[in-house]
């Protein structure tokens, strides 16, 4: 098991480009969102606007030019 985690540290994970991002929310909020759809909804569709919001702020400006006149 550590030899893994260790071949994952040290080759894989520096090279991979992609991150992941969970969204936990509290326990006590769980029931309710199983038993609600829309609100569930609603809460991911504010994670995940923040979540590109973040990202575009972080992000590097892109440089296109000529490609990306007018957009």
């Known amino acids: 098991m ?3 985690a260790a071949h994952l540290t040290d080759q ?3 090279h991979v480009l992609a991150r992941q991002w969970v969204l936990s929310l509290p326990k006590r909020l769980r ?3 199983t038993h609600d759809p829309i609100l569930l909804g ?3 569709a504010d994670y995940l606007r923040i979540l590109r919001g973040a990202l ?3 992000a590097p400006p892109m440089r296109c ?3 990306c ?3």
């Open 2 to 4: 550590g030899e893994v």
């Open 12 to 14: 894989v994970i520096p």
């Open 31 to 33: 029931p309710y969102l």
């Open 42 to 44: 609603r809460i991911l």
């Open 56 to 58: 575009r702020e972080a």
């Open 65 to 67: 030019p000529g490609l």
């Open 69 to 71: 006149d007018g957009w």
